[in-house]
C-alpha cells in the first residue's frame, strides 16, 4: 500500500547529516493549509516545492473550476514573489512522473493548455512544464531555481536527488558568507562533500528548509 496523508498545520523535523544540522518544515499547498504558513517564515535556506505533473487533467476537489496544475503554478508564483522567499534558492520537484508517463499514453497535455505542442512525448512534456514553472521567476540573476522529474517511490532516484538538494543548501549558505570564495569552495566540496564528512564553519552547519507539498491526490507514486 503506498499512500500519503494530506500536510494539515504546519509539521516540523529535525535532523543531521554527518555535522550539519537541518530543520525541516512540511507545510501543505492545499488554499485552507496555505493561510496558515505562508507569511511565518523569514531567513529559509531553501524551499522545496513538490507538485504532481501527474495532475495536469484533474481539478481541486475545494474548486472544481480550478485545473491542479494552474494551481501549483500560481501557489508556486506566491512563493516566488514573497518577500520572504526573494533571495531563496528553490528546488522543484515535478513528483509522480510514472503516472503522468501512464498518463501520456492515453492523452496529451492539450487538455491543459492548448499552447502545448508536446503531443505524448514525455520529454518535451516535462520540458514544457518546467518552463512554465521557471517563467515564474522574475529575478533569475539573484535567485537560482533546481528542477527535477521524480517518482516518490523510486527510492534510488530520490537519493541522488536529495544529495544534491543538500549541497544547493550547502552552496546557499556559503553564498551568505562574504568572506567565502563559493566557486573555489563547491569545486573543493561538491557533489559529495556529505558523504566525505568534510568541516565547515559553525555559521552555516544550521540550515531551514521549507517543504510544500502541492499534491492534491491521496497516492504517493
Not at 162 to 188: G, Y
Not at 195 to 207: A, D, E, F, I
Request: with cysteine; proline share 3%; charged share 25%.
Amino acid at each position: 500500500l503506498r499512500a500519503r496523508v494530506r500536510t494539515t498545520g504546519i509539521v516540523q523535523q529535525n535532523f543531521q547529516i554527518k555535522d550539519k544540522k537541518y530543520t525541516m518544515f512540511d507545510v501543505g499547498g492545499q488554499r485552507n493549509e496555505r493561510r496558515k504558513w505562508i507569511h511565518c517564515f523569514d531567513n529559509v535556506t531553501a524551499v522545496i516545492f513538490v507538485t504532481a505533473i501527474s495532475e495536469f487533467d484533474q481539478v481541486l476537489y475545494e474548486d472544481e473550476n480550478t485545473n491542479r496544475m494552474d494551481e501549483a503554478l500560481t501557489l508556486f508564483e506566491q512563493i516566488l514573489t514573497h518577500p520572504s522567499f526573494h533571495n531563496t534558492s528553490v528546488i522543484l520537484f515535478l513528483n509522480k512522473r510514472d503516472i503522468f508517463t501512464a498518463k501520456l499514453a492515453k492523452k496529451d497535455m492539450s487538455c491543459w493548455d492548448p499552447a502545448c505542442d508536446a503531443g505524448q512525448d514525455y520529454d518535451k512534456a516535462v520540458e514544457y512544464i518546467k518552463a512554465k514553472f521557471l517563467s515564474k521567476n522574475a529575478f533569475p540573476e539573484r535567485r537560482q531555481i533546481y528542477a527535477h522529474a521524480t517518482c516518490a517511490t523510486d527510492t534510488q532516484n530520490i537519493a541522488v536527488i536529495m544529495e544534491a538538494v543538500f549541497d544547493i543548501v550547502l552552496k546557499e549558505n556559503l553564498r551568505k558568507m562574504d568572506s567565502v570564495d563559493v566557486d573555489k569552495m563547491m569545486a573543493t566540496t561538491a557533489p559529495t562533500a556529505i558523504s566525505r564528512g568534510v568541516k565547515y564553519p559553525p555559521s552555516y552547519l544550521q540550515n531551514t528548509i521549507l517543504l510544500c507539498s502541492c499534491q492534491f491526490t491521496d497516492s504517493l507514486k
